[in-house]
């Protein structure tokens, strides 16, 4: 498998070089995770660090590389945005109903 080292920059990563394994395009992965085990013996914390490219190139140059960025709020958006899926809902979220409402495929008084 190919790797390159690649640049870490903010958290407690930052200024590191790392090889990291390149997927089958030849690019590392968008998210890097490191889980960090806890001294006291609890679940790791997981660092999240997002692929972005090393600096801007000139047009129609060969592309400058990849670092990764410290993502402190971690998880969130990183989850694939297909067209056919369910948004994420909160449980304390109740469906907004109206009463007066007609239920789909039934006929109103109105509308006859």
């Known amino acids: 498998?190919?790797?390159e080292d690649t640049p870490f920059v903010?958290?407690?990563?930052?200024g590191r070089v790392l090889p990291v394994l390149l997927g089958m395009t030849g690019h590392p992965p968008k998210v890097y995770r490191?889980?960090?085990?806890?001294?006291?013996?609890g679940p790791p914390t997981v660092l999240v660090y997002r692929r972005i490219p090393a600096?801007?190139?000139k047009p129609l140059s060969l592309h400058p590389g990849w670092k990764y960025e410290f993502d402190p709020e971690g998880d969130k958006g990183g989850r694939l945005k297909w067209p056919w899926s369910k948004p994420e809902t909160t449980p304390d979220a109740a469906p907004h109903?109206?009463?007066?409402?007609?239920?789909?495929?039934?006929?109103?008084?109105?509308?006859?």
């Open 97 to 112: 109903t109206d009463p007066d409402a007609t239920p789909r495929g039934k006929p109103d008084d109105a509308d006859e």
């Open 34 to 41: 490191v889980p960090v085990p806890d001294a006291a013996g």
């Open 10 to 14: 903010g958290g407690p990563l930052d």
């Open 1 to 3: 498998m190919k790797s």
């Open 55 to 57: 600096a801007q190139g």
